[in-house]
């Protein structure tokens, strides 16, 4: 009997100190934030050639965790596992260009949107094309564990998808002419198109609206409160808008909302 009372006197011990646990005092107590960031989709987060860890998402982790007080900590994150990763407790969160939609809502929490994308068409010189309706019958990539495929396959049914994992696979590809297109993000693509010195071309305009929030564990009302502040105080100081020019080479065309 004892050790019954023992057994069930220790579970609701863990269970009290489970619901009491409070990420942003562990953070701030290690002194250190885990931050899950992509390392091939640049500018947002990619290798340099000396091998580091750059981006957009790093350098605006890294001015969060300054005005935190903490280190950041680098942990590289796929389209397939960051979220995985945050329910694992692998990282504290996750920015790794991850647009904030209501089904993965339900699994993780969201900080305001710190940046505004839209999803578009990367093609070759040669495609004539003027938008996702003219693809019909043609081959379309997009990279395993992101919705940019999923909404193709709805607006453009007549197409086919072309998987794959490593996002650089299917520029290769398409390059090689293998397949006729890819579709992701805007900010991602524009970026390959530049670099092509003309070999690629952006098809249309953008046709999905995609906020990007940085994604933490469910009820860390703490630590979301004090990532949202960090990215409104980024604006107040001009350093957001420093950032973004620094990886896009313009002004923002919209910057995060900032609260009263």
């Not at 339900?106 to 309706?133: C, E, H, V």
């Amino acid at each position: 009997m004892i050790k019954n009372k023992l057994s069930v006197l220790l579970v609701l011990i863990l269970f009290t100190i489970n619901l009491f646990a409070d990420r942003l005092a562990d953070i701030e107590k290690a002194g250190v934030l885990k931050a899950g960031v992509k390392v091939d989709f640049e500018p947002f987060g990619f290798k340099s050639r000396k091998g580091k860890i750059i981006g957009f998402d790093i350098d605006m982790m890294e001015e969060i965790a300054r005005n935190m007080g903490v280190r950041l900590e680098l942990i590289p994150v796929t389209s397939e596992n960051r979220i995985q990763f945050i329910l694992d407790n692998k990282v504290d969160v996750v920015a790794a260009s991850m647009t904030h939609r209501i089904k993965i809502d339900i699994d993780i929490d969201f900080t305001i949107t710190y940046f505004y994308d839209g999803q578009s068409i990367l093609a070759n010189r040669t495609i004539k094309a003027r938008s996702y309706k003219d693809f019909e019958d043609k081959k379309v990539g997009a990279q395993l564990g992101s919705s940019s495929g999923k909404v193709f396959e709805v607006i453009q049914p007549l197409a086919t998808m072309v998987y794959k994992k490593d996002f650089s696979i299917l520029v290769e590809d398409l390059k090689s002419g293998k397949i006729d297109a890819i579709t992701s993000d805007y900010g991602f693509l524009r970026n390959i198109a530049k670099k092509s010195k003309g070999k690629l071309k952006m098809v249309g305009k953008k046709f999905t609206v995609e906020p990007y929030g940085i994604g933490l564990p469910e009820n860390e009302s703490n630590l979301r409160d004090a990532l949202n502040i960090a990215i409104q105080k980024s604006v107040k100081t001009k350093k957001y808008k420093k950032i973004y020019k620094k990886w896009f080479r313009s002004n923002p065309i919209k910057s995060p909302t900032l609260w009263p």
